[in-house]
């Protein structure tokens, strides 16, 4: 059943409030990495699990309208350090991929420069922006496994045009140090091994098994719609569906996966404003 659309008028917030929601959010998650409740994955080794189960690549250069590419340069060096942090990440059977727990804190003293980093709606510079590309990809390659995404937060605000892009709206997964993660359970009884690279043109990840793989994915969606709200902007809305085949191409079972709803921050009747999006 489809939920009721939530009211999406835009919500500003006092610097104060900010940053004490930042600091309990922060705290809070420092916790749950302390508390046992997970058993996180560690081991990062060199050599290829033998069987690949979902992979894919996205550009690292899109031109953006009004956003200087320079942040796009170096938003290819900070995903070359996060990359470091966790490609050859073996997760054992029980165990859970942190994508903060793993990458850590993006700190200039740690070699993060300035990128593109989005917030409320609008973009500017900051230290480690751009790594939201490396948790859209994480995630489009997870939900293609029978691995489980136990937290992923999607994007509140539709900020560019869809240029060229061809996932479903609302297939990436955002995030913020620490409190906005992306986590993965392992729960088969079969070794995952997640190998990423920094490419010349692309950005490339894969989930690897130590078993071959049993069936395959597909994400599918549906009531996919653009609207006008009655304080006069835009927003949009999906639903996205997992199908599952069998290797010879039956399908075997549909789950609904998530729902989407986000604030388009362009108009949806200009030209060229909507086509498919690539998270």
Same mark, same amino acid.
């Given at each position: 059943?489809?939920?009721?659309?939530?009211?999406?008028?835009?919500?500003?917030?006092?610097?104060?409030?900010?940053?004490?929601? $930042?600091?309990?959010?922060?705290?809070?998650?420092?916790?749950?990495?302390?508390?046992?409740?997970?058993?996180?994955?560690?081991?990062?080794?060199?050599?290829?699990?033998?069987?690949?189960?979902?992979?894919?690549?996205?550009?690292?250069?899109?031109?953006?309208?009004?956003?200087?590419?320079?942040?796009?340069?170096?938003?290819?060096?900070?995903?070359?350090?996060?990359?470091?942090?966790?490609?050859?990440?073996?997760?054992?059977?029980?165990?859970?991929?942190?994508?903060?727990?793993?990458?850590?804190?993006? =700190?200039?003293?740690?070699?993060?420069?300035?990128?593109?980093?989005?917030?409320?709606?609008?973009?500017?510079?900051?230290?480690?922006?751009?790594?939201?590309?490396?948790?859209?990809?994480?995630?489009?390659?997870?939900?293609?496994?029978?691995?489980?995404?136990?937290?992923?937060? $999607?994007?509140?605000?539709?900020?560019?045009?869809?240029?060229?892009?061809?996932?479903?709206?609302?297939?990436?997964?955002?995030?913020?140090?620490?409190?906005?993660?992306?986590?993965?359970?392992?729960? =088969?009884?079969?070794?995952? /091994?997640?190998?990423?690279?920094?490419?010349? /043109?692309?950005?490339?990840?894969?989930?690897?098994?130590?078993?071959?793989?049993?069936? /395959?994915?597909?994400?599918?969606?549906?009531?996919?719609?653009?609207?006008?709200?009655?304080?006069?902007?835009f927003s949009r809305h999906n639903q996205l569906y997992r199908q599952q085949f069998s290797l010879e191409g039956d399908l075997l079972n549909e789950e609904f996966l998530t729902e989407n709803h986000a604030l388009m921050?362009?108009?949806?009747?200009?030209e060229g404003g909507v086509c498919r999006e690539k998270e």
């Open positions: 059943m489809q939920n009721a659309t939530p009211n999406l008028r835009p919500i500003k917030r006092g610097k104060l409030r900010l940053f004490c929601g $930042r600091a309990a959010y922060t705290m809070a998650r420092y916790g749950l990495w302390a508390s046992g409740r997970y058993k996180f994955a560690k081991k990062q080794q060199q050599t290829p699990l033998p069987y690949q189960w979902a992979a894919h690549a996205t550009p690292l250069l899109r031109q953006l309208k009004d956003v200087d590419m320079q942040y796009q340069y170096n938003k290819i060096i900070n995903l070359k350090l996060a990359v470091q942090q966790i490609n050859g990440l073996v997760l054992g059977p029980g165990q859970t991929f942190s994508y903060w727990k793993c990458i850590g804190k993006p =700190t200039a003293r740690k070699g993060y420069v300035n990128g593109m980093v989005l917030h409320y709606g609008s973009f500017g510079p900051g230290i480690g922006g751009g790594l939201c590309q490396l948790s859209n990809l994480l995630f489009w390659i997870s939900i293609h496994t029978p691995l489980t995404v136990v937290e992923r937060y $999607r994007h509140s605000f539709d900020v560019f045009p869809d240029a060229g892009r061809t996932q479903p709206f609302g297939s990436g997964a955002t995030c913020v140090y620490p409190y906005r993660d992306l986590m993965v359970r392992n729960d =088969t009884s079969e070794a995952f /091994q997640l190998l990423v690279q920094v490419g010349s /043109q692309n950005l490339q990840g894969e989930w690897r098994s130590s078993a071959p793989p049993t069936c /395959q994915y597909k994400i599918t969606e549906y009531n996919h719609r653009m609207q006008r709200e009655y304080w006069g902007g921050m362009y108009s949806p009747f200009l």
